[in-house]
């Protein structure tokens, strides 16, 4: 079955336009095949509606100045960097080096891209050391073709140091309970092997130019503790920022590796047609010109053009559209795209590493590259805090006993006290005990939320641009209108479900299944064939039947009468599909077919907008189906855009107001990224669902309104407990330094604020839908 579901134009004409477009995008740069695309794009704007916000032209982005003022680029993989904090590590550490112009970290991508004077192999060597020194592993990329292989997996020995502590935690405990004495001691053991690792990484850190990192202050808060006796105290406090830190890395690892997924669109071989002959290649080695066969369920390798007569192709990887568009010889199809019916031949036109999907990719590095990297609280407090702390306690040491002759142990106890006063153990719990509890009461809702700056994000925004198709429609076509001609409801639903029986395409099999709900019985037609660009036909009885679009029923049969032909512009204004069903003499009757509203879209929505958010739909389909949505919905929409077009939108409203993008394509990656958060549907794609800082795993809308309400209360809770430990520190810094309490007490007082803002961080297990 032949029918694209851009409706309101002839088919040929709409497929220009909408994949002109795409094609202008992906390539601008093919200048052999530019000049071409651009006369037949040209004539199609003019007689597009210009109403339409889409422009006719969409120039590729500048190139990036750096590559050709800042010196030679060197670019590398890194293993390991499985946490935003470890990208600032590198960052920093290789930035200190000599003879680096410029250093940049892409942590979706993990690469390091360094911009040095000229290329140098000591100068590789040493940043490759630098890397290596800080725990990582560089892999130096110096194949372009294959710049998108990625090998993530999460490192398991991380589970090793923790299981270790954890379980000397439990003989240290049990040794405690049966001899005081000997379980002190072996909670100083177990707090000494627990530091070490975090000791030496300090260290490290401190000479590559980050001196108070958080490991920094984890081993000046577990030494302190230890050296005033509080070993079970230092014990849990490694414990738990170790636990912390192998979670970020699982999430952001895992999130990682959904970005490498776009490169798995790319098959790593392909059949070449050499002098009439095949020959398998890799995929990689294909040029502009070359002649290839793609067989059904095959994707494409590489931007085509179709030598073939016509082929059904699915977008749905690349542009979210669940119908499959039917394309005629001629037509440029994009990278990555899947062969639905036949095995098909067609022309490469793209370079190596220049397609649409390499095209994406880069759009998705951009985005993250122009959005400010998110420091987490705790390493940024602690380049004041702990180093402040630290100072004033040596000070309250010293001081009084060198120029007053004051007693030593006394002040000692006192500087002691503050040394524990200075250890932040409320402070780094509070923060991750409210971002723990949130995700856990999100996830039985239906929601998963990569992290705690994804969190905190959340509960900023103010808009959300929502993708249409399968995000606030069902992604699936539907039967809506059946108007019968010269024949009952009944016959033409026999005749439709006989001829299309079978067929694999998406509004066959719509249009089958709403016949077999029905009490109509049916059979296969015979002699059934597709009509390249036009439909499919099949014979029942000796009477020859055609299912067509609207605007080829003159190529089969005869031409419709006013009153059809103004019926069927009311469907199509309605944002709808229309196949005609004919004879070759006679019309029988007219089908509408459209991807309905999910019906959780308008509630949602409606919640949304009691919680004073502004809504705005992002679609690449035509206008009049955008904005037969968006009228249901009451929302602003803008139609037929482009991975670049979304990308640029959400940037120019970013730098106005914090918005969410929420989609469910490959087409909505970039601007998942652009976005202050991305929220993906739990029925997307692979990309989609690991590219987004959110996503919902039980693919309801309605899990929106309580996502946000959970994280705006897990702010204020964030909120309140850092001022309950920072306040109640105070507290305890001014009567601990005057001697009005003592160590005792600034244990409890550190406890007793442990106790409170965890208690706080759990009011949000209980939060309801």
């Not at 490498?260 to 294909?286: C, F, N, Y």
């Not at 103004?566 to 070759?584: A, F, P, R, Y």
């Not at 989609?688 to 996503?695: C, G, H, I, M």
Request: charged share 20%.
């Amino acid at each position: 079955m032949l029918y694209n579901n851009k409706s309101t134009q002839s088919h040929h004409d709409n497929h220009e336009h909408c994949h002109g477009d795409c094609h202008n995008i992906a390539h601008n740069h093919v200048h052999d095949s530019h000049h071409s695309h651009e006369a037949s794009h040209t004539a199609c704007c003019d007689g597009h509606d210009n109403s339409s916000s889409q422009k006719c032209e969409i120039e590729d982005p500048p190139e990036d100045p750096e590559r050709s003022s800042q010196g030679v680029k060197l670019t590398w993989k890194i293993q390991g960097m499985d946490c935003a904090h470890c990208a600032s590590k590198i960052e920093n550490g290789v930035k200190t080096l000599p003879n680096i112009n410029q250093t940049k970290i892409i942590f979706s991508t993990e690469k390091l891209i360094v911009f040095v004077p000229k290329h140098d192999d000591a100068v590789i060597k040493m940043i490759e050391d630098k890397v290596t020194e800080l725990g990582y592993t560089p892999i130096f990329e110096s194949s372009p073709a294959h710049h998108h292989e990625h090998s993530h997996s999460f490192d398991k020995k991380a589970f090793i140091p923790l299981a270790v502590l954890g379980a000397l935690i439990v003989v240290s405990y049990l040794i405690l309970l049966v001899n005081k004495t000997a379980g002190e001691y072996a909670f100083i053991v177990t707090a000494v092997v627990g530091i070490i690792p975090i000791l030496k990484e300090a260290i490290v850190l401190t000479r590559s130019g980050t001196p108070f990192a958080i490991e920094t202050l984890m081993s000046i808060s577990a030494m302190g503790a230890l050296f005033i006796g509080a070993a079970e105290e230092a014990t849990m406090v490694i414990f738990l920022f170790m636990i912390g830190e192998m979670l970020e890395g699982f999430a952001t690892s895992k999130a990682k590796k959904g970005i490498s997924s776009l490169a798995e669109l790319m098959p790593d071989e392909t059949v070449i047609i050499i002098d009439g002959k095949r020959k398998t290649v890799a995929s990689h080695t294909l040029k502009p010109d070359d002649i290839i066969e793609i067989s059904s369920g095959g994707r494409l390798p590489a931007d085509v053009i179709l030598v073939s007569e016509q082929a059904s192709i699915d977008e749905s990887a690349l542009t979210g559209e669940s119908i499959p568009v039917n394309y005629l010889s001629g037509d440029k199809i994009l990278a990555g795209s899947l062969v639905v019916d036949n095995t098909i031949q067609l022309k490469v036109i793209s370079e190596s590493g220049q397609n649409a999907v390499d095209r994406i990719l880069q759009l998705i590095e951009d985005a993250e590259d122009r959005k400010a990297p998110i420091e987490r609280f705790i390493d940024k407090f602690s380049r004041y805090y702990t180093p402040a702390i630290t100072l004033f306690a040596f000070l309250v040491i010293l001081i009084p006993p060198l120029f007053t002759g004051a007693d030593w142990y006394t002040w000692i106890y006192r500087g002691l006290t503050l040394l524990l006063i200075g250890c932040p153990c409320a402070l780094v719990i509070s923060t991750p005990a409210v971002i723990t509890s949130a995700l856990s009461s999100a996830a039985k809702y239906g929601v998963l939320i990569k992290g705690g700056a994804a969190l905190e994000r959340i509960g900023s925004i103010k808009m959300l641009a929502f993708d249409k198709t399968g995000t606030l429609t069902e992604g699936k076509p539907q039967v809506t209108d059946v108007i019968n001609r010269h024949c009952s409801n009944e016959e033409l639903l026999a005749i439709v479900a006989a001829v299309e029986s079978g067929s694999h395409h998406p509004l066959a099999k719509a249009l089958v299944d709403y016949v077999k709900q029905q009490p109509i019985e049916f059979a296969e037609a015979n002699n059934r064939k597709a009509i390249a660009g036009v439909g499919i036909q099949g014979e029942l009885n000796q009477q020859t039947y055609f299912v067509v679009s609207p605007n080829k029923i003159e190529t089969v049969s005869t031409a419709l009468n006013a009153e059809d032909a103004h019926t069927i512009t009311q469907l199509e204004d309605g944002g709808k599909t229309v196949v005609v069903v004919t004879t070759s003499h006679q019309l029988l009757g007219i089908i509408a077919l459209q991807d309905v509203l999910r019906s959780d879209a308008l509630p949602a929505i409606t919640e949304l907008k009691q919680l004073g958010l502004q809504t705005l739909m992002l679609t690449g389909d035509n206008q009049r189906a955008a904005k037969a949505i968006a009228g249901q919905l009451g929302m602003e929409y803008r139609a037929e855009l482009l991975p670049a077009d979304k990308l640029a939108k959400i940037e120019e409203i970013g730098r106005q107001t914090p918005i969410a993008m929420i989609g469910d394509g490959i087409n909505d990656s970039p601007a998942m990224k652009a976005a202050t958060v991305g929220i993906a549907m739990g029925s997307g794609t692979d990309v989609a669902l690991e590219t987004a800082d959110a996503a919902l795993t039980k693919n309801n809308l309605l899990s929106l309104p309580m996502l946000i309400r959970l994280t705006r209360l897990a702010n204020r809770n964030i909120k309140q407990n850092i001022t309950i430990a920072l306040g109640i520190k105070l507290i305890f810094l001014i009567t601990s330094l005057f001697g009005v309490t003592g160590l005792w007490l600034a244990v409890l007082a550190d406890s007793g604020t442990t106790a409170i803002v965890t208690a706080n961080a759990l009011r949000l297990l209980r939060i309801k839908k």
